[in-house]
């Protein structure tokens, strides 16, 4: 009997999943690893697959800023904590300074800051 072999992440096999509304996050990295190998435009995977186009442009936006804000490992080897110590301030609270545009009115004096 012949083994069946199924790739996930390609752009002729993956097909949006069915049985749930919400994607996971491996279900949006699989369309994305599609959508790039696909190479063509992010409508014409959509059109073909299945997703709305705009799903399909949200979860790469998503993946793809992930993907920049993730450390290295060589910038993980590198944090460290920094120790602080918290202190009561020693005085009263400033005023808050509030910014208005011109023309609006002064805020009134019996709004005060909610603390």
Same mark, same amino acid.
């Given at each position: %009997?012949?083994?069946?072999?199924?790739?996930?992440? *390609?752009?002729? =096999?993956?097909?949006?999943?069915?049985? @749930?509304?919400?994607? =996971?996050?491996?279900?949006?990295?699989? %369309?994305?690893?599609?959508?790039?190998?696909?190479?063509?435009?992010?409508? &014409?995977? &959509?059109?073909?697959?299945?997703?709305?186009?705009?799903?399909?442009?949200?979860?790469? @936006?998503?993946?793809? @800023?992930?993907?920049?804000?993730?450390? *290295?490992?060589?910038?993980?080897? *590198?944090? *460290?904590?920094?120790?602080?110590?918290?202190?009561?301030?020693?005085?009263?609270?400033? &005023?808050?300074?509030?910014?208005?545009?011109?023309?609006?009115?002064?805020?009134?004096?019996?709004?005060?800051?909610?603390?």
């Amino acid at each position: %009997m012949a083994e069946s072999v199924i790739r996930i992440g *390609t752009s002729n =096999t993956w097909s949006p999943p069915r049985d @749930r509304v919400w994607w =996971t996050r491996e279900d949006g990295r699989a %369309m994305v690893a599609a959508v790039r190998e696909a190479g063509g435009s992010l409508g &014409a995977f &959509a059109r073909k697959h299945g997703p709305r186009e705009e799903r399909v442009r949200r979860w790469v @936006r998503r993946v793809e @800023r992930r993907q920049a804000t993730a450390l *290295t490992p060589a910038a993980r080897s *590198t944090l *460290t904590f920094v120790p602080v110590r918290l202190v009561e301030q020693a005085g009263p609270e400033p &005023a808050p300074r509030l910014r208005r545009e011109p023309g609006w009115p002064a805020p009134a004096a019996a709004i005060a800051p909610v603390k």
